[in-house]
């Protein structure tokens, strides 16, 4: 529910602080006084788009806050994304209490977004107000006259929105499914000569069948083949010096430490010489025996240089000709045997085929599933819209959820959904946007704004206008069932008419003046009984008010 709404600098409004409660909240005034202007300040707090226009002249950005009471669905929302102001410890903890949405617009139309004072994404503002409030704009008999927007409001108030999207998917996978085979078929020559080339370059590296690191190998081991003599002759020198020679340096360290380890035992002070002495004598040891172990496996091998030559050759060869470094080869070779395989599938007809027969199978048994859902719901929506005519003074109309059958399908179902109504009795159905006048569209979108209300979950209900083309004793009744509904839930209505703003269990007027310095600036007071009545009255006779419209209001608010 809303508690608070807090306006900065938003187009006509320089400061507006309003509290709200429980029940039938109306908001009247003049035309052009900033009705609407809240209902579009509320609306930005809760995701709607924003430019540059909305900020008062003179100012420099405009700040609007609401604060709301919630509820289970919006406190496990904010614990998700750690949005809380004082996090639960438990599931089973009572909610925080309320939630505070804010938005900031300035003269470059740049927004900043807020939830609890923490930065939030507009994504994030509009998944949230969708929980809290929902708005129904003073436009919306005129969208009834699109199909589309027919079969959304219908959807919507079914619970049918998740099971029409899994249709929209099953029909994208079917389209793409038969775009493959049109492209298979259009394709066909050029696909053949393009597996063909494919073909012979994966022919040329399977013969080769380069190895994932063997440039590298080949490399070093041409280098030390061709450098198998320098090697030998290298090592055996190595050798003679460290243990083969009459003078080489083990047989010489070797007895100058056992003559030092007899003088240690004369001066123990030759100990530390000794102890650096004999880890060099090992150590000389183990690399003359690494040196000896080396030089047992070299040998000069004529035969095997040659083969890693031509391997190395055939591999540059090889690179030159598919335009890519060496080392690259196995990577390419792995990628033409992928791309061979996908031209395979591509030119497969009959799996293409299978593929697309499995796709259409998939969308018709989920078509069908959401027909049947349709089919219920379009049963019980229509009575309780034709219910809810006969309230609002069209006695033995009718309204009608006609289910209209394509047997091909669409993104949308296997049927059209068209709301077809009779404004009375012995009048066949036709198409609501043939025969429907702008009152009657008027109260049939009320009723279906009330009933569908009924069905939402979010705890506040806005109504901007909705009661435009209305009058006489269907707005007596238009209110009746907006104040029934304020029992329910927070109901806040931007209205023109004295019935609907009678039936109020708050009531504010919004004014417009201008006071010159600060230009036109629009203002909200809370009324109370007296002012009401003046309001009523006002409403009910214009400006000039008269001791019989005031008796009319009081009647009607006693009522």
Known sequence: MLRHLSIRDFVIVATLDLEFDTGFSVFSGETGAGKSILIDALALTLGARADASVVRTGQTRADISAEFDTHAQVERWLDDLALNQTPRAAETDPPVSTVMLRRVIDTHGRSRAFINGTAATLTQLRTLGEMLVEIHGQHAHQLLMRPEAQRELFDTHAGLLASAAEVNRAWRNWREATQAIEQARVRERELQLERERLAWQLAELDKLAPQPGEWEEINSEHRRLSHSASLIDGVQDALSILSESDAAMLTQLAAVTSKLRALASIDPALNDALAALEPAEIQLQEAAYSLSHYAQRLELDPQQLARAETRLEALHSAARKFRLQPHALPEEHAARQAQLAALDAAADLDHLLALEAQAR??????????????????????????????????????????????????????????????????VPLRPLAKVASGGELARISLALAVIASAASPTSTLIFDEVDTGIGGGVAEVVGRLLHQLGHERQVLCVTHLPQVAARGNHHFQVTKASDGANGTLSTVTPLDRASRVEEVARMLGGLAITATTRKHAKEMLAA
């Open 361 to 426: 199978d998939a969308y018709f048994v989920q078509g069908k599933q959401l027909s049947q859902a349709r089919a219920q719901a379009a049963a019980t929506l229509g009575a309780a819209v034709s219910a809810g005519m006969q309230d609002l003074s069209m006695a033995g109309g009718c309204f009608e959820i006609a289910l209209v059958p394509q047997p091909e399908g669409s993104a949308y179902g296997l049927e059209q959904i068209e709301f077809r109504v009779a404004g009375h009795a012995g």
